[in-house]
């Protein structure tokens, strides 16, 4: 799926339905089900001459107001030149608000502006796990 906000294709999400909500084989996994958030992931191979450049732009897309519904994003460098910006929603409506505003969605924009070109995919949180602080 290309990130220039195509629908993912119905399908049956893994996993959904397994595990009622927040019931006590979820809690003994440790982890509670999550039925409403999802999660954005935009990827991408950077030239490695515009390696020093993705930090720098990501800087710059959190200085703008960030849109209604946004839980939290992070930029994650792998091997080879290859970024990702996972970004948490609220839940659907959320995403589908920030993607249907007058901005075209940051981190495809991002990517593109290095001279990549990104790939969305959308995941429904399922489960979520803190470490006790």
Request: charged share 25%; no cysteine.
């Amino acid at each position: 799926m290309s990130a220039r906000g195509d629908k993912p294709a119905a399908s049956a999400i893994p996993g959904a339905g397994r595990l009622r909500a927040n019931s006590g084989s979820a809690r003994r996994l440790g982890w509670r089900v999550v039925s409403d958030m999802i999660m954005t992931e935009v990827s991408a191979v950077v030239a490695s001459d515009r390696a020093d450049d993705v930090a720098l732009a990501f800087a710059e897309v959190l200085r703008k107001p960030l849109p209604d519904g946004l839980i939290r994003t992070e930029l994650l460098a792998g091997r080879h030149g290859e970024w990702k910006v996972q970004t948490m929603w609220r839940d659907q409506a959320a995403l589908d608000a920030m993607r249907a505003g007058p901005e075209p969605p940051a981190a495809p924009t991002m990517f593109r502006q290095l001279g990549a070109e990104p790939v969305l995919r959308i995941y429904h949180i399922r489960g979520q796990h803190a470490a006790p602080s």
